[in-house]
């Protein structure tokens, strides 16, 4: 057997044994990808041209050049700004590259992990919900549930909101802000945001305050060298990282903790 087959099949025992997964987002991952044919990946793009007012086929370019278009301009930035952090709202304004990556990108995962921490009549918050692929996904499952999503302004969220059609409720925030938010939530998710944003700290308080009793956070925060380049990754949100990870061990339960360190794996699952 193949070492990246091997590494793939251990890194999917390790998130089944860790709770990130269940049996059926692992059989759904693997039929998934297993008939992954072209019709499927023009698809996943078909909402996301429609709302651009472009053909299928330029949303499939646009998806395929529109990522080294979006790091050129963040690289560049970052050089103008002697690498230092990179006003991320300009950018995701400019960019139409999220719009349809996203759903490409994601469209043969699954969370079903996610779907049954969700009480009848539960609510769910996405924190940083780009397209809000998440969101889409576990409300064609579970209408009963109420759904939030948070993000900046810019053209992918007017998309989400454009998707949803009132049914869910789209707040905007600013880099360096929270959401103003008064609700509370059974379950807040929050993937690949914090390494990208000024204030994770700030946010980790925010979900400690806005999640509900027994409720549940699912989190990631990936680490990255501050000598290598971040990419899109923010130095301030590093900088914080160690202090945010142990803010949630100390005022949450953790399922599984976020490991410290610089290290690939980068997710947790916490109670409140």
Request: aromatic letters at 12%; hydrophobic letters at 40%; a positive charge.
């Amino acid at each position: 057997m193949k070492p990246t087959i091997l590494r793939k099949a251990h890194s999917l025992v390790s998130k089944l044994a860790a709770g990130q997964m269940t049996w059926r987002d692992l059989l759904h991952r693997m039929s998934y990808s297993a008939t992954d044919s072209k019709r499927r990946r023009r698809n996943a793009v078909r909402l996301s041209a429609e709302f651009l007012g472009i053909s299928v086929d330029q949303a499939s370019k646009l998806n395929a050049a529109g990522k080294g278009d979006f790091y050129e301009q963040w690289n560049r930035r970052r050089k103008e700004e002697a690498y230092g952090d990179v006003d991320q709202a300009q950018l995701y304004k400019e960019f139409d590259f999220y719009i349809v990556h996203l759903p490409y990108a994601l469209r043969n995962l699954s969370w079903h992990y996610i779907e049954k921490r969700l009480p009848g009549g539960g609510s769910l918050l996405e924190y940083g919900c780009g397209s809000a692929v998440l969101t889409e996904w576990v409300q064609k499952r579970r209408p009963d549930v109420q759904y939030t999503v948070v993000d900046v302004p810019g053209r992918t969220l007017e998309f989400v909101k454009w998707k949803f059609k009132e049914k869910v409720r789209c707040v905007e925030t600013m880099p360096g802000a929270v959401a103003l938010l008064d609700d509370t939530f059974d379950v807040i998710t929050c993937f690949d945001v914090l390494e990208h944003t000024p204030n994770p700290l700030e946010i980790a308080r925010f979900f400690t305050t806005h999640l509900k009793s027994e409720g549940y956070l699912f989190v990631d925060f990936l680490a990255f060298d501050l000598k290598e380049s971040a990419g899109n990754n923010l130095l301030a949100a590093q900088q914080e990282r160690s202090a945010t990870i142990e803010y949630l061990n100390a005022h949450l339960t953790p399922a599984r903790p976020i490991p410290l360190g610089n290290t690939p794996d980068c997710w947790g699952i916490y109670r409140k």
